[in-house]
């Protein structure tokens, strides 16, 4: 069965900084697109950034020259570094990898940004 487990959410203040991982299990993880989404309450999930099997990225206008995602082909890992976080950043962060067809979500870990 496909796994996508989260970590490294949590509670910084304003002007901190995280760094999120996505472990991949059972896909060809190299070939997937991989993306982090979030959710806030009360908020539609939205796309905070992506990157393909070659490496190209994109990110949400909200995100841009604060967050960066990268990718470790051989751990299987996707990564989300969030710097200047703000309060509104504050959701629960979910991985996605997609090829084709094929979907697959992480459970989600929660990041608090608060003073």
């Known amino acids: 069965q496909v796994q996508l487990v989260e970590s490294g959410g949590g509670l910084v203040q304003p002007g901190g900084s995280l760094r999120l991982s996505c472990a991949a299990s059972r896909i060809t993880f190299s070939m997937y697109r991989m993306g982090w989404y979030r959710q806030a309450p009360g908020k539609q999930r939205e796309l905070v950034a992506q990157i393909t099997s070659g490496g190209t990225t994109n990110y949400a206008d909200s995100v841009k020259g604060r967050f960066t995602i990268s990718r470790d082909n051989a751990k299987n890992t996707v990564y989300l570094q969030m710097n200047s976080l703000k309060l509104e950043d504050t959701a629960v962060y979910s991985c996605?990898?997609?090829?084709?067809?094929?979907?697959?979500w992480g459970q989600g870990t929660q990041v608090t940004v608060s003073s």
């Open positions: 996605r990898a997609g090829r084709g067809g094929n979907i697959y």
